[in-house]
Each structure stands twice: as structure tokens, then as C-alpha cells.
């Protein structure tokens, strides 16, 4: 690449219209271009990058013995309504009809569609096992696109499916598939761990996430201090609290708490400590309307919830909801007198005399005991606290945040058995087929490596992933011997497989060496003065100082680097 002659810009000024350092980088080094809210171009240096990645996560899915194969993107809503999705995904799928009115999508994820194709090989045990994967597109209508290339519309994905007779069998090639993934992730230079986590609208038997560790992450990971423990906070379990509180039982009565509609006012009005306090929470669950209580300082797990009821939709009432069912304002809320049916927190089961709302604005109940309402079910439903002990070991738990990177699912028989994949077995019965599911984003992978490797100037590449290896600032192209020792060293890098940028542009020094940083080229080769002694300059990214090299050496010098 010449950037003289070739497209390439970068701009001065952060972009005001994103939310995170990866976005903005992104945007600013001119690597990809906003069309639309959760909408991006690749532009020639992010296409690169982009490309690199792919190129990583297709060889290692080769050498686990994976097919590529490519699908559709426009995918007929037949299919989603066979395997039950289509309610599922809800409004988070772009619809469109065809001339004739027939029902399709933009592809949001392709179950359905590599069952189809699966369909075409398997008759028989012998036809198993093998894997299948795609690179390409995926459509989703986010709610709220946010964090640049982390939560967008579309995006550039990898997903593969396995195929084989019995559990023993889908275990293996869940290994080799898992195996692969430590193996790109380590490659394009992530810090990750991997958690257990929701199943979602996928389903399946298990579901594991590798995450990329990072501040700007959206999920939050619960980790032990002590043991190998690791899940996303959405399933994380609960040690339920088994110590029953010592109090006599009292009989409730009805406090006055004007205005007193939140946990804080409460508290502070009654001047009683928060663990006094149980709050009841008005949920909607799928059509249904349910009373959650929780200890004051949790909050409600609505995965959980969501698994509890095998539920499509789980959310907050509406405030008019809340009204007509509690006859109060928000904030008022409590066990007794409901008509919901109440679902409560299994820690719950061990208080006694704690406080609740009184289904009457601007008032309380204390004293409240469980004798005085009757749950419809208890179970934790509730999200882990740091500190709170570890369900695996006992230790404590403490919380990182995390980009997923890419996620792993045993399918099991779920799309098979609804969408009638089945073989033979030794002894001609008919069986439905196992399947294992395993996805990687290719631009989360792009934004988890920038939020974990920049600084003030901008970028910082793993080698591996860089969308040039090395990049030749020539100071002076009106010099003979600055020019011709640039345009050799860019045909020779070049000539031996090593991506290389000439910057032969006719600006000052200072912009060409703040460019380089900010796209984070991570070897730069300065040819200016120092060539009267037969000297250039080299820098790496990642360090503040610079090397004098003697030019016949500087090949080697770059080997050194490139070829770690």
C-alpha cells in the first residue's frame, strides 16, 4: 500500500458518536465509516484486519476437520416457524415479504438451515460424524446498537455445526471445536477466559462463552478467588443462605412512608438497615403477570426467571400495569393481598420479620413473616453479589466484564427432533442425530483487541491480526537515496509475504509518524537523514524508543518480529 496513491485518510478529531475506545479508534483511523446506527462500512485498512482474522479462525476450523460451505442470507420464515423460533426471536429479526407475500428474514442465525443441508448426507450411523461452518453475515435488529463493532445490526460471523449419533459422539467434536477456539483466540492475541453461561434462544443442553476481558465489556463475569469457577452472571448460581434468622415472629402492621418509594427513602425514612427490607417487583412473563420478591440489596435475574417458566418474554410491568394490579404507585409493592401469583427468592425462606410495600401508596408493612402470604414457587431468582460464595468451592466470587468473543452450545437432539433429522442405527432404528453449535464474531474480535491494546496515540495491533505488518515513513521523497532505499525495502518486505506500507505522501514527519501510531501499524521503519551513514530508524509500537539499524541488517531485524 502506497499511500500517495492509494485510499487512505485518518481523521484529527474523535468521532462524537461513539461510546467506546474501539469505535472511535475505529472511525478515526479510518477503518470503518458509520452508515447507519449499528451499521458500519469496511473500509480498505479495516477490511484488512478483518480479513486476518478470518484467515485465523478458517485455518484452525480446517485443521479441526470442519467443511466450509456458504448459506443464504435471505432465509424463508418456514423454517424459524418448524424448530419453534420464530416467536423467540421476537422483533430482533429484519422481515421482508417477496412479490407473492411469502413470509422471509435476513438471516439472524442458520440452526435451521444447516439441519436442511445436513439432511442432504445423513441416512445412517456410517454417515457420521462431521462438521460444517460458514464466514458471513448476520442480521439482527438490536434495540439500542451501541459500542461501535461490539453491538451492531449486521455483522461478519463465523458459525459451524457438528453432527453425530450419540452423546459420546457430540462430545468429542465439542472438544475439537473448543480446542479450536483457545486456538484462534490465543492466536489473534485476545486475553479471554471461558464461562458458562445462557443457552438463550438457541437452546441446547450447555452453553459456554469465551469472553475477552476488558472494561468496556457489556457482560459481567463471576469468577472465584479460589477455584476454576467461572459463568456469565445471567446463570450463575446462587448459594442459597440456610441460616435462619434468630427474631420471634411478630405480627405485620401498616407504617406510614410518604413518598418513600424507593429502597433508599425507605430506609432512610424508617432509619432501619437495608437487610430489614424484602422489595417485590412486578414482572411480565410472556403474558402473564407475576410478583418477584428479592432481598432489598439483589437484583432479579430474569434469565433465570426466563428458565424458570421456559418463558420467550420476560420484563418489567408497565407502570399502569403495576397500578391496576397493586392499587399504589410504583415503589409500593408487597406479598400481601395480591392477586399474582408470587415468586420468591429461596433466601427469603430464612427472615423474619422484614418490611415489604403495603399495595397502598406512601405505605409500608413491617414485621411481614412468610405466614402471612403463600408464594406460588420459591427458587433463586436472584443475580450473584461479589463476595457472595462460590457455589463450585466455597471460596468468594468476584466480577470482571467481558466481550464475547464467541460461544459454544451442545445442541443436542433440539432442531433435530423438530425438524425431523434422523438416521439409522446398527440395529435400524431410527434415532435423531446429536449437534453441537459454536459462533465467533469476527468484528467483536476486532474491538476486543483495540480495547485491550491501545493508548493515547491510538491503536495498538497484535502482529497477527495488524492490517500491515510494518510501515516505511519516507521523510524526504525529493531525496534519491531516501526514496530509492524506501521503495526497496517496501518491494523486498513485500516480495518476502511481510504486509508493508510505503507513507511516500508529501506531508510533514509529524503527521506521518502520528498516523502510524494511530492505526497501529506495530513495526515502523523511518529512511531520512541517517541513510548518508547507511542508518535507518526502527520503532516498535509498542515501546517509546527508537533503534538505529544499518540498513543491510534491517531485514533481519524485522524477521525477528514478524516471525514470533
Known sequence: MRLSKDFFYTLREDAKDEDSVSGNLLVKSGMIKKVSNGIYMNMPLGDKVSKNVIKIIRD?????????????????????????????????IFKLNDRYGRAYALGPTHEEFFVYAAQSKVKSYRDMPFTIYQIGEKYRDEIRPRLGLIRVREFIMKDSYSFDADEEGMQNSYQKMFDAYHNIFTKVGLKYTVVTADTGVMGGLLSEEFQAITETGEDILVLCDTCDYASNIEVSKCVANENMENDEERNYTEVYTPNAGSIEDVTSYLNLPVDKFVKTMIYKIDDKFYACMVEADREVNEVKLSKLFDANEVSLADEEDVIRITNAKVGFAGPIGLEIPIIMDENIKVKKNFIVGANKSDYHLIDVNLKDFKPYIIADIKNVKEGDICPKCGGKLHFKKGIEVGNTFKLGTKYSEKLGLNYLDKDNKLNPVQMGCYGIGVGRIIAAAIEQNHDEKGIIWPMSIAPYK??????????????????????????????????????????????????????????????NEGEVELKLRTESEVNTVKVEDIISEVKKYVNK
Open 60 to 92: 484452525e476450523m480446517n485443521k479441526a476437520g470442519a467443511n466450509e460451505l456458504s448459506m443464504p442470507h435471505v432465509l424463508p420464515m418456514d423454517y424459524f416457524e418448524a424448530s419453534g423460533r420464530a416467536s423467540s426471536f421476537g422483533s430482533s
Open 470 to 531: 510494518v510501515a516505511i515513513v519516507l521523510i524526504d521523497r525529493k531525496n534519491d537515496m531516501q526514496r530509492e532505499t524506501a521503495e526497496k525495502l517496501y518491494e523486498k518486505l513485500n516480495e518476502m509475504g511481510i504486509d508493508t506500507i510505503l507513507d511516500d505522501r508529501d506531508e510533514r514527519p509529524g503527521v506521518k509518524f502520528n498516523d502510524m501510531e494511530l492505526i497501529g501499524i506495530p513495526l515502523r521503519i523511518t529512511v531520512g537523514k541517517k541513510i
